[in-house]
């Protein structure tokens, strides 16, 4: 099974800050098949990104992602007090099978 | 735009089965652009995949939970369901289900997601 390795585990920022989240995978992913979701507390995940660097619907463009192989980065430009929340990336696409990385808690500092 | 709502009890004794229900509104289950999935979330595990059906009945399960676990699906309802047997507290979790698009020779992200249900296994 594909491991996905999240670092760091909390990032302490504050608004109008920039963020950088990483996502470590323990081998080369498939067609850059990864994504990032967020999760706000008591809420469902919501998909950010999708094919490693593609916005999902309705995302604003402060999100970015990018990377390739196995590892992959979830960028936000300038932090807004609704960011602060729970960030997961996930692997899909090999052998069918999915997996998720442990997460990043954004707070604000 | 497709809505999912998760629906079932919220507590289950142990080594009973724990269902789950996923309707599905907005959209039609059938055809082949997607397929329908089940995660669960808990302080201990994360974010955990449990498995997939496709409108025709063809179904994958991760491999940790594939003795235990079914998926179904009911097209005439726009329902699909999850049954997990012989439960114990570890299966304590937020259950989600998700839609899963269709790619060429592969398959894709979950969007959207249900609310979720919180099961909770205990005496």
């Known amino acids: 099974d594909i491991v996905l390795t999240q670092s760091p585990g909390t990032l302490s920022l504050s608004p109008g800050e920039g963020a950088t989240l990483s996502c470590r995978a323990s081998?080369?992913?498939?067609?850059?098949?990864l994504a990032w979701y967020q999760q706000k507390s008591g809420q469902a995940p919501r998909l950010l990104i999708y094919?490693?660097?593609r916005r999902a619907t309705g995302i604003p463009d402060r999100f970015s992602g990018s990377g390739s192989g196995t590892d992959f980065t979830l960028t936000i430009s300038r932090l807004e007090p609704e960011d602060f929340a729970v960030y997961y990336c996930?692997?899909?696409?090999?052998?069918?099978?999915?997996?998720f990385g442990q997460g990043t808690k954004l707070e604000i500092k | 735009q497709v809505q999912l709502q998760e629906s079932g009890p919220g507590l289950v004794k142990p080594s009973q089965t724990l269902s789950l229900t996923c309707s599905v509104s907005?959209?039609?289950?059938?055809?082949?652009?997607?397929?329908w999935t089940w995660i669960r979330q808990n302080p201990e595990k994360g974010l955990e995949w449990i498995g997939y059906?496709?409108?025709?009945?063809?179904?994958k399960y991760t491999p940790s939970l594939n003795s235990l676990v079914t998926i179904s699906v009911d097209t005439s309802k726009n329902q699909f369901s999850l049954r997990l047997n012989s439960v114990t507290a570890a299966d304590t979790a937020v259950y989600y289900c998700?839609?899963?698009?269709?790619?060429?020779?592969?398959?894709?992200?979950?969007?959207?997601w249900g609310q979720g249900t919180l099961v909770t296994v205990s005496s």
């Open positions: 996930q692997q899909y696409g090999s052998s069918r099978m999915y997996t």
């Open positions: 998700a839609r899963i698009p269709r790619l060429h020779g592969s398959f894709g992200w979950f969007d959207p």
């Open positions: 094919g490693a660097s």
């Open positions: 081998q080369s992913l498939t067609s850059n098949y």
């Open positions: 059906i496709s409108y025709s009945g063809y179904t």
């Open positions: 907005g959209g039609s289950i059938n055809g082949g652009d997607y397929y």
